[in-house]
C-alpha cells in the first residue's frame, strides 16, 4: 500500500511563505503525475497544482502566480512553495498520487 506523508505545514503571518513537502513510499514515483489538493473549513476539497512525469505544471487560479509545484524524483518527493499567503489559503493540505492520497497538513494564515 502506498504512503504519502506531508509535512511542512504551520501558522504563518499574511505574506508570508513556507515550503510543503510530500514524500510517497511507491517505488516508481516517477512514473506518476503529482498533485497537491486544500481543503478549507466548511468547504469541498479543491485542487491547487498539478506536476506531472515531464515536469510540466498547472496551477488554480488562486494561487497561479504564487504557489510553485515542484518535484525530485530521486528523494520521491514533491513540494509545494508557497509565497505571498493569504487568510484564504488557510486549509489542510493534501498531496495525490493516483489513487493515493496523504494525512494532510495544517495550513493557517493569520495575523
Known amino acids: 500500500q502506498v504512503q504519502l506523508v506531508e509535512s511542512g505545514g504551520g501558522l504563518v503571518q499574511p505574506g508570508g511563505s513556507l515550503k510543503l513537502s510530500c514524500t510517497s513510499s511507491?517505488?516508481?514515483?516517477?512514473?506518476?503525475?503529482m498533485l497537491w489538493y486544500r481543503q478549507a473549513p466548511g468547504k469541498q476539497r479543491e485542487w491547487v497544482a498539478t506536476?506531472?512525469?515531464?515536469?510540466?505544471?498547472g496551477y488554480a487560479d488562486s494561487v497561479k502566480g504564487r504557489f510553485t509545484i515542484s518535484r525530485d524524483n530521486a528523494k520521491n518527493t514533491v513540494y509545494l512553495q508557497m509565497t505571498s499567503l493569504k487568510p484564504e489559503d488557510t486549509a489542510v493540505y493534501y498531496c495525490?498520487?493516483?489513487?493515493?492520497w496523504g494525512q494532510g497538513t495544517q495550513v493557517t494564515v493569520s495575523s
Open positions: 495525490n498520487q493516483y489513487s493515493a
Open positions: 506536476i506531472t512525469t515531464g515536469g510540466n505544471t
Open positions: 511507491r517505488s516508481i514515483f516517477s512514473l506518476y503525475n
